[in-house]
């Protein structure tokens, strides 16, 4: 027997297997596939205010290891979310995690107290990182001072634990990673899409009307793992994993890498029972090397 176990200091988690923002929709539309109550917990698709379209299609491109999206964070808005987030927990006692966005400071504030005021929400996950709502990929996480100032107001404002979800798109993560473990965030989520282009040869324009776009998938499991490595070292509050896994290994190497519990994203657009099998790996991995719980190896990559 193995203890699959992910402890994040606030909360206690049954197993480290988190289906990532934007590729599990509210939850309730995998039902059909598997018991929620497997899972660690689930992130719901960003949500803003009011509700919105997002970007004008193309919004999806495969690559040869991934996926380029430009979804722009279509939702139906925080009135809507909450009823979602009220019929959801009828249905799994999983704890649900709304993942927040804000045009600017006032509006995350404004969306994260809706959902701090809910009994139904576990944890919060800033959005500070999306890479498709403004030309060119640009989001508060790529600034030091803007993340520090967002996470300060949104600690000193509310009491659910605080997930801040990093960009990959900066020339040092770990700065950004400390300035927002400085003001007050209890974990760090790493990593939001890696802008990519995609090029249409016929028009010879970039597919995206945004022209770069999120890459996601397999393509950036190694690119991944080395910020969440450098980030894990570096801070005291856990880090959860994001960035290609597809498998049970994916998320042990993660767990070795520093991390404390992983999300998988793209993955279940592949294949929706996913996380039931990455479970069953992880499992039986664990098993083959002897490895009783998580904690015993995490962090503890052999340099
Ligand atoms: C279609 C799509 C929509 C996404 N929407 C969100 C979102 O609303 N909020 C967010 O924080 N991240 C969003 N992401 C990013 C994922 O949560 C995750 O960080 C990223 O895809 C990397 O993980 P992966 O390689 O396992 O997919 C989205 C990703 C995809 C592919």
Do not use: W
Request: charged fraction near 20%.
């Amino acid at each position: 027997m193995v203890d699959l176990s992910a402890d994040l200091g606030f909360i206690k988690l049954k197993n480290p297997v988190i289906p990532a923002s934007g590729t599990f929709g509210y939850g309730e539309e995998f039902q059909t596939f598997f018991d929620l109550d497997i899972l660690g917990a689930f992130v719901l698709k960003g949500i803003y205010k009011n509700p919105r379209p997002g970007n004008i299609p193309p919004r999806l491109h495969e690559t040869a290891a991934g996926l380029l999206n430009s979804i722009g964070l279509a939702g139906p808005g925080a009135e809507e979310l909450v009823n979602i987030i009220k019929r959801v927990a009828g249905i799994t006692h999983t704890p649900v995690v709304v993942n927040v966005c804000g045009e600017d400071d006032e509006e995350y504030l404004e969306v994260a107290q809706i959902f701090d005021a809910l009994d139904e929400v576990a944890m919060l996950e800033l959005n500070i990182s999306c890479p498709n709502v403004r030309a060119g990929g640009k989001c508060p996480a790529q600034d030091g001072q803007h993340t520090y100032r967002l996470v300060k107001l949104i600690k000193q404002n509310t009491v659910k634990p605080l997930i801040v979800k990093l960009s990959p798109n900066v020339k040092d993560i770990v700065s950004i990673a400390l300035s927002a473990e400085e003001a007050g965030a209890d974990a760090l989520s790493l990593v939001n899409a890696y802008l990519g282009l995609a090029v249409n040869l016929k028009s010879r324009a970039p597919v995206f009307r945004n022209v770069f776009a999120g890459l996601s998938g397999p393509a950036i499991k190694p690119l991944a793992l080395k910020l969440v490595y450098e980030v894990a070292r570096q801070v005291a509050v856990p880090v959860i994993g994001i960035g290609g896994i597809t498998c049970g290994g994916d998320v042990l190497e993660f767990i070795l890498a520093g991390a404390s519990a992983v999300q998988t994203g793209t993955v279940n657009m592949v294949e929706p029972a996913a996380s039931v099998r990455i479970l069953h790996e992880i499992e039986t991995q664990m098993q083959e090397l002897q490895i009783k719980n998580l904690e015993e190896i995490r962090g503890e990559l052999k340099i």
